[in-house]
């Protein structure tokens, strides 16, 4: 997956989590609403995360004679790009909002320029 693809992503986990604030309101208490007892509560957007995750994130094995550390270090080197390519996405998106949030514009909201970056993410590279 191409880091472009990665900040799409982000942006939509990002732009869906408006709409996930809006559907539980200030009002709603973790752990309250209409479930079964033991039931765990759902993860608004739990999906479209995983599902970024299971991209992102590469599959690899480690030899059952690791010791565990060796085990922890297979681990590190082969989530570690992964974890800077998500960190990165999630930092670009935040740094964009921040800086039209810092300029004092109201003429857009933070959805609109969410949009605006997920258009500007799509065009090609080359200027177009």
Not at 57 to 73: D, G, I, K, N
């Amino acid at each position: 997956m191409e880091q472009n693809e990665v900040v799409l992503r982000a942006i939509g986990i990002l732009t869906q989590s408006a709409e996930w604030v809006r559907s539980t309101g200030p009002e709603a208490e973790p752990g309250t609403g209409d479930r079964a007892a033991g039931e765990r509560p759902a993860v608004p957007g739990a999906g479209q995360i995983g599902s970024l995750l299971a991209e992102v994130f590469p599959s690899f094995t480690v030899s059952p004679e690791a010791t565990p550390l060796e085990a922890a270090h297979a681990v590190t080197e082969a989530a570690l790009p992964a974890v800077m390519r998500l960190i990165g996405a999630f930092s670009y998106v935040y740094a964009e909002l921040a800086r039209v949030h810092d300029s004092g514009r109201t003429d857009i909201t933070s959805e609109e320029l969410l949009r605006e970056l997920a258009l500007r993410m799509q065009r090609p590279a080359d200027g177009a």
